[in-house]
């Protein structure tokens, strides 16, 4: 919750440092890159959340909780680096991403060790 209000009030800063009033979305390109990289890391996050949860409970609570601190970790570099630049979101991006599919794959293994064998 913590990264999300950071994404939130760097977009508010730079609304205000661009004189772009809400409902405006459109406007100096370092105020869309952050608008757009905040509206990412925020459509994200209840996968992310729901994956951690399940992951947590039915896998192991200490590699769960590396992997979203890594993925935390990939999210701050991506907003940061979409922020500068929108290339500079495509490594974090993929690591991210790779993260999410790795939190899926230990909940599957969690959820199928739970329920299938006794």
């Known amino acids: 919750v913590l990264f ?15 004189k772009i009033s809400p409902p405006e979305t459109k406007g100096h390109p370092e105020f869309e890159r952050t608008f757009r990289a905040q509206a990412n890391c925020s459509e994200y996050f209840p996968i992310f959340i729901c994956l951690l949860w399940v992951a947590g409970i039915f896998f192991h609570q200490g590699v769960t909780a590396a992997c979203g601190l890594l993925y935390l970790y990939t999210r701050l ?42």
């Open 4 to 18: 999300l209000a950071y994404f939130a009030m760097q977009v508010i800063y730079a609304r205000r440092k661009y």
């Open 77 to 118: 570099r991506y907003f940061q680096g979409y922020a500068v630049a929108a290339q500079g979101r495509l490594g974090p991006l993929y690591a991210s991403g790779w993260l999410l599919w790795m939190l899926v794959g230990l909940a599957l293994a969690g959820l199928l060790a739970h329920f299938l064998w006794p």
